[in-house]
């Protein structure tokens, strides 16, 4: 789902969600750390690469698992960028590359 919200000041949120078995504690650690990967044949560059590349664009991404489940099924991914650092219609590259 996209939305906007004004918590600090003005945001566009992506937010993807599974309904698969959630993130066990030790993976939820390092979710977010280069080389890091549960797949077989993995490279743990995709989860590293994107936080550095949202937060270069003043923006964040986080997760949670879904509320009132006392089992860790299913995760949320939040990306939210500040609505100034998004690109105007017509533009193809981001304002500040």
Request: glycine residues 12%; hydrophobic residues 25%.
């Amino acid at each position: 789902r996209t939305f906007l919200q004004n918590e600090n000041g003005n945001s566009f949120c992506l937010e993807i969600s599974d309904s698969g078995e959630g993130l066990p504690p030790e993976v939820q650690k390092r979710l977010f750390e280069p080389y890091f990967s549960t797949k077989p044949g993995g490279t743990g560059v995709g989860l590293s690469m994107a936080r550095k590349i949202i937060e270069a664009h003043g923006g964040q991404i986080m997760w949670r698992k879904p509320e009132g489940k006392s089992t860790p099924q299913g995760t949320t991914f939040r990306i939210q960028v500040p609505i100034s650092n998004l690109p105007k219609s017509g533009e193809t590259t981001w304002p500040n590359c």
